[in-house]
């Protein structure tokens, strides 16, 4: 007969693994020589906007392939939904691809991630960067337990800053990254280690209840936002909220917050103000103003990468393992 404390124990055992979080898969990191692919997900793009992306990854020792949609045209968008769609299924599926690179943001990639079979993906994952719309497959991506590449687009590169380039290049070929920023008058101080997803707060927004929203529990989000009127802001904060996404995290890094606007009747608190009182009543650490999002200096993040997250009263310090 075995002893309660010996029965307990079993049954933890026995249900363990269906609690055990996956292990994130990391696409290989690139080498030189390698084949980058850039394409349009979203808006259209013009290809003399993503030259200078080019000659980057060249001086980098890449091989560079333009999508097909790179020139398209279908009112805003880079091509109808199946153009755009069909472009990156075929980068995926190109065993000689290694990361597929987004040419810009805007909006549309919503409109063909379900048109998209990740099975060869799945068993051969490569890189997958971009920020802003492309939140769509970070989140879906990770949902995948792959990571992904959060940082600039192609067409930003021409104004990007060294610090952004650096980070891009360092996240693209392996090399190890910890950010150390300033301290902010709304951070919270402690310390995580989690694994870090996340992006852009309209996106992950509009996504929730879909097969793209991502698992927030024990992870580390990271949010940012550009040109959104401050009660949205509020009303998007909130949802999150009420959906326990701030209650099951270990950790919150705020990006940028990028030309809010206002109402004629003022909202009364800008976009950080709104965020730290929606997020103040929980003890984990949160950082303000981290150099992420749609400003030049857009640093790289790996989603789906663990991190360690040290809050203190004189700063902020972001580990990838």
Known sequence: MYSKATLILIVLLAFAPLYAQKAVKMPPYLTKGDTVAIVATARKVVGESVEPAVALLKSWGLNVILGKTIGKEENQLAGADW??????????????????????????????????????????????????????????????????????????????TPEAIDSFKKALFGTDITYTIPAHAYNKTGTATGELIGGNLSVLYSIMGSESEADYKGKIIFIEDLDEYLYHIDRMMVNLKRNGYFKNVKGIVIGAMTKMRDNDVPWGHDALQIIQD???????????NFPAGHITDNRALIFGKQVNLTVTAQGTTLTFE
Not at 101 to 127: E, N, Q, S
Not at 278 to 285: L, M, S
């Open 83 to 160: 153009q755009r769609a069909t472009d990156f299924q075929e980068m995926m599926d190109n065993p000689s691809v290694k990361a597929i690179w987004c040419a810009k943001g805007g909006y549309g990639t919503v409109r063909m991630i379900d048109r998209l079979d990740f099975t060869k993906f799945k068993a051969h994952p490569k890189w997958v960067v971009g920020f802003s719309d492309a939140t769509v497959l970070h989140s879906h991506i990770n949902n995948l337990d792959i990571a992904t590449i959060h940082g600039i687009v192609a067409i930003s590169v021409s104004r990007a």
């Open 278 to 288: 929606i997020t103040k009543e929980y003890k984990i650490p949160i950082c303000f």
